[in-house]
């Protein structure tokens, strides 16, 4: 389960920054594309992303999902900024290991560091167990590697610029990151999706990897999209590009149909794909209490044994094409400045 940045930007928005990282250096006697009038040099590519992000926030106010938005804990400067106590090329599994209850990190970054993301992830991970349910004591502790620095974390793990982090169901052990990773996403989004699968492989055990993608990918987007205020985690936050993405497929017409979402193999499962997982996901979880039941049902069951089309139409007690246009309506209303109101 691979942390790609397919799954964390809209089709359009990737394109553009995929136009970005291809375009070739400036060569003299090149004509550059654009030049900022204050200097008459070249913009360069961080430039062009900047650009890109400010045409991206004239999109949203078009289509009324712009806003103040509530934003996660970041991680103080100073204690991101203390240098490493590892030599460059320090293999992760020869770092001291930094344990918390329920996690065991390896890094090469500093310890500060290290244990600002544990002390995120122990959150994460008590929301994990209210969702899922979960009560069980730990056989063992679930295990994260944390590289100091993207160009380390490429290096080490031989990963391309578009892997902000992976989850490895043969060792249970979430791998990423400290710092950016696309034009919205951080460690903290990454380590959240990542170890959503991590924990779902806690839970679904031996079926794990035979539950239907929609669920697995749609649940981690779901808890990469949580809010973190340095104490608690608030699971009932909207991702405005995901919402954007599926409104204006449901109004375009071009929308993914849930009886052919829920049977997408991984393999085909896009960035479009999981906008609209999550948006499922969102829409059983707040719409109505009932519809939180049916989804907690549905899951034990993919949890238990492979699950398909007939056991998602036996969960819901209705036919996919009525509870589709339920999900259309409400979703179509859904706005990121107003969030559902039930107790998260």
Not at 215 to 227: C, K, N, P, Q
């Amino acid at each position: 389960m691979t942390g790609t940045l397919r799954r964390l930007l809209p089709a359009a928005l990737l394109a553009a920054l995929v136009l970005v990282a291809m375009a070739p250096p400036v060569a003299s006697g090149d004509v550059p594309d654009r030049y900022d009038p204050k200097t008459e040099r070249p913009v360069s590519a961080r430039d062009k992303i900047k650009l890109i992000e400010k045409e991206y926030e004239k999109l949203l106010k078009k289509v009324g999902l712009s806003g103040p938005k509530r934003r996660s804990v970041e991680i103080d400067p100073k204690i991101a900024a203390l240098p490493s106590p590892y030599e460059p090329g320090t293999p992760i599994s020869q770092t001291e290991a930094i344990e918390t209850e329920h996690y065991r990190f390896r890094s090469d970054a500093h310890p500060k560091l290290v244990e600002a993301y544990a002390r995120q992830m122990e959150a994460f991970y008590d929301k994990f167990c209210d969702a899922f349910s979960f009560d069980k004591e730990l056989e063992k502790k679930s295990e994260i590697w944390l590289y100091r620095d993207k160009d380390t974390f490429m290096k080490r793990e031989n990963k391309g610029a578009n892997v902000g982090g992976f989850y490895q169901p043969g060792n249970r052990r979430v791998t990423a990151y400290h710092g950016k990773f696309g034009m919205s996403s951080d460690t903290r989004t990454v380590l959240a999706h990542e170890g959503t699968h991590q924990f779902q492989h806690l839970v679904a055990s031996g079926i794990f990897q035979q539950a239907p993608t929609w669920i697995i990918e749609g649940l981690a987007v779901y808890f990469e999209s949580a809010r973190y205020d340095g104490k608690k985690v608030h699971i009932n936050e909207i991702p405005r590009d995901r919402l954007m993405v599926v409104q204006r497929a449901i109004k375009a017409g071009n929308y993914v149909p849930i009886r052919e979402l829920i049977e997408v193999p991984q393999p085909k499962f896009t960035g479009f794909h999981y906008a609209h997982a999550w948006s499922v996901i969102y829409w059983f979880v707040w719409s109505h209490k009932k519809n939180r039941t049916v989804f907690t049902k549905y899951w034990d069951m993919c949890r238990q044994r492979k699950a398909g089309r007939k056991e998602f139409e036996k969960a819901i007690g209705v036919e996919i094409d009525e509870l589709e246009e339920h999900w259309k309506e409400w979703v179509l209303k859904l706005n990121p400045n107003r969030k559902p109101s039930f107790d998260d």
